[in-house]
């Protein structure tokens, strides 16, 4: 009898441990679906919004754009319409807080993304990426599960 709790002690230790080291992973690009919620020119000004903001920044476009990750490929899209852009990105640093890419798109050019948890004003943790286009734009997306 001691033998088999002891077993099933060691198996339920080895779960919990290779579940612990799953979720300790940093946030990967490819983890989420990401919608924009802004949109900054290079100076830091806000130029647009995704519909979740609109009221907080209510003189600003409201620009409904999704982003797609996936194998090196990256997809930057309009969902109120068929405008679509793409490019690739690699992954160049990883940290215990997230992960660092380069990345080019198609009308944008060269930059930089950043992927990780963050903690906004809520308090509550938020899968975030940012996309950095230097001198251009900078935008920030919110992640959820595809």
Do not use: H
Not at 22 to 35: G, K, M
Not at 41 to 57: F, K, Q, S, T
Request: with cysteine; hydrophobic share 35%.
């Amino acid at each position: 009898m001691k033998k088999k709790a002891a077993v099933l002690g060691l198996a339920l230790a080895l779960v919990v441990l290779l579940y612990s080291a799953q979720a300790s992973q940093p946030l990967r690009i490819e983890d989420r679906a990401w919608n924009m919620t802004l949109l900054l020119n290079g100076e830091g000004n806000v130029l647009a919004c995704g519909p979740d903001l609109a009221e907080i920044y209510p003189d600003t476009e409201v620009l409904a754009l999704s982003c797609q990750a996936k194998d090196g490929q990256l997809r930057l899209a309009r969902t109120d319409s068929s405008e679509t852009n793409t490019g690739v990105y690699r992954q160049t640093d990883r940290t215990q807080a997230g992960r660092l890419y380069e990345v080019e798109v198609k009308d944008l050019g060269w930059g930089y993304g950043s992927c990780s948890f963050t903690n906004p004003k809520t308090g509550e943790t938020a899968p975030t990426l940012v996309l950095t286009f230097p001198r251009d734009y900078t935008l920030y997306f919110t992640g959820t599960k595809p």
